[in-house]
């Protein structure tokens, strides 16, 4: 049952949907943008209104539909706090929780995203949760069928006390299952799930374009996100090497999660990208980016297993610039780990590198 065939699918699916599409920020802790868009599409759910239907704000490519939201709601707080909507808003995004068929989710939404967007609602549920337990004694046996065989006995001995004890279900559970999962689970185009590890990352843009002229902002914009990544995520990612050049930014890094990562840094950094791109592109550059993204939809994700893979990478990589005759020493291009600059932060290859967080 997919929600290209059938309508009646939970609303908390198809707001999912949507937001996988559309790459939305699923980082409960962001420190970029507190997931806003989440937070108004469940205040949009909470307040009766469908997502995906003619009066759903949020259809409107960004930033035009979150301007909306904020004219009808006001702005969100910077702190993603749980107490932002009343009782009662709380109570009706709890019930339609409950009522949720997670194999109707994984059905619809790519794994782990799905997993990302559960956390999120049941953060903004707590307080309810407590009273009334009603998601806790829905999932629980949901996750408990459809995941038995890829849950260890720790984690599903968890999950089976949620049942009998006063505790409730959180994101943090979701997280171990999500983990346990990741070790078997493969995707829409049946490559296996991103686990953590070291990874070369090649991000495209749709535009190839002089970095003279104030554009390298957009570089900057990448920089500020991946640099608070670095410093803020609950497993932060580990940068060993990275060009950005007129047409792709090029990444050597340890990452826990390469392909939740990447959408962070695609989503987050075209946000701050937005009034630059408006300056400086054409009408026909900008209509081609609202219509398709600023970043081309395939990103390359290569598994480094080594040691000798890694300085390989990290070679290539910061000679980019003088193979492609940008400048004639590596050293020279200051959109580089070559250089010395304050950037980014840059840790030094080590064999440990590749061992598990």
Known sequence: MTIENNSEINPIVVLSKIATKKNWCANLYCPVCSHVAMRYALREIASGVLPGTEKWVLNARWPSGLTAMKGKYGSMPIEAT???????????????????????????????????YMGICLHYVAN??????????????????????????????????????????SW??????????SK???????EKATPPGVYYVVMKSRLEYNL?????????ALAEVLNGALLRQEYPPVLYAYAFLPSAAHLLMKVYNAKFFINYLRSHSYQLMHENIKRTESEENQKLIVNE????????????????????HKTNIENLSVDMGYVVEPAHWKWSSATANDMLTISRPEENNFSDW
């Open 293 to 312: 993204g600023f970043w081309h939809d395939k990103t390359l994700i290569e598994k480094v297993s080594n040691m000798d893979g890694l300085m390989r």
């Open 82 to 116: 749980i107490p932002e909507w009343s009782v009662r808003h709380e109570h009706a995004i709890s019930s339609i929780m409950a009522n949720m068929s997670i194999e109707q989710m994984a059905e619809n939404v790519s794994f782990p995203d799905f997993f990302y």
């Open 212 to 220: 003279a002229g104030g554009r390298g902002i957009r570089w900057k």
């Open 128 to 169: 309810e949760e407590r009273r009334s337990r009603r998601v806790t004694l829905s999932w629980v046996p949901q996750i408990l069928s459809l995941f038995k065989t890829a849950l260890d006995d720790e984690t599903e001995s968890e999950l089976r006390q949620l049942l009998i004890s006063e505790d409730t279900l």
């Open 184 to 190: 078997v689970v493969v995707d829409d185009e049946e």
């Open 172 to 181: 943090k559970h979701l997280q171990k299952v999500q983990d346990r999962l």
